[in-house]
């Protein structure tokens, strides 16, 4: 079974700042995705980025980046001039690549605190 | 519609109480999942439909939950004679069910809080 791992119960960074989130995860599959969420107090749960685990090419999204090592099976998160409303949990999850088994499964999460 | 919605939004219930807790997905979507979150956890699959078939329930804690999408569209979570350790955040999401990343769009969640 795949597993996600979120070592960062929380982290705080002061606004405009560059801020890193670690994930890690195991699984024995070479094919398959993995994404970040953000989720807000309001609880609803937002994806913020994704990437193909066959694309060696780190995803970009605006301000949002990943630094993905498949070989050491990390996957963190890098938010670049943080802004207030950044301020949430981040889960980071995977997901198998065949169809039919589209399952999320999640880290712990880490609460982001963005500082003015 | 819009989004993803959910309800209700916060249910509370007394201990062997019966609750159902409703999910409309994304028009048109194929895919629905549903997930339980305890607090200051991250989310745990539960179940899958694909239209109305439920082709993963490996998740479901107990025979005590139900899940059900009989036409495909919403669907309702069903906990018989709910425990404390039930209560949690239950969400729900849909996808298009069309091949490749497949993004999920949540909902709010239901807060389920059992005394």
């Known amino acids: 079974a795949q597993t996600v791992t979120q070592s960062q119960p929380e982290m705080s960074v002061q606004e405009a700042e560059t801020v890193t989130l670690s994930c890690t995860y195991d699984?024995?599959?070479?094919?398959?995705?993995l994404f970040w969420y953000k989720q807000p107090p309001s609880r609803q749960m937002i994806l913020v980025i994704r990437?193909?685990?066959?694309?060696?090419q780190n995803a970009t999204e605006n301000r949002f980046s990943v630094n993905f090592q498949k070989a050491a099976k990390s996957f963190s998160l890098k938010i670049s001039d943080s802004q207030l409303g950044d301020a949430a949990m981040y889960f980071c999850?995977?997901?198998?690549?065949?169809?039919?088994?589209?399952?999320?499964?999640f880290g712990t999460g880490t609460r982001l605190t963005i500082i003015p | 519609g819009a989004g993803v919605s959910q309800s209700p939004r916060y249910k509370v219930a007394k201990r062997g109480q019966d609750v159902a807790l409703r999910c409309d997905p994304i028009?048109?979507?194929?895919?629905l999942f549903w997930y339980q979150q305890a607090l200051g956890q991250g989310p745990e699959f539960l179940t899958y439909?694909?239209?109305?078939?439920?082709?993963?329930k490996s998740g479901l804690p107990s025979d005590r939950f139900f899940a059900e999408r009989p036409e495909g569209s919403v669907s309702t979570l069903k906990i018989q004679r709910t425990q404390q350790e039930d209560s949690a955040v239950y969400l729900c999401?849909?996808?298009?069910?069309?091949?490749?990343?497949?993004?999920?769009?949540f909902g709010p969640g239901t807060r389920l809080t059992v005394l």
């Open positions: 999401a849909s996808s298009s069910g069309l091949a490749g990343v497949n993004e999920q769009f």
């Open positions: 699984t024995s599959e070479s094919d398959y995705y």
């Open positions: 990437q193909e685990a066959y694309k060696q």
């Open positions: 999850a995977y997901r198998h690549q065949g169809f039919g088994n589209e399952k999320l499964t």
């Open positions: 028009s048109g979507h194929v895919s």
């Open positions: 439909f694909q239209n109305e078939a439920q082709l993963d």
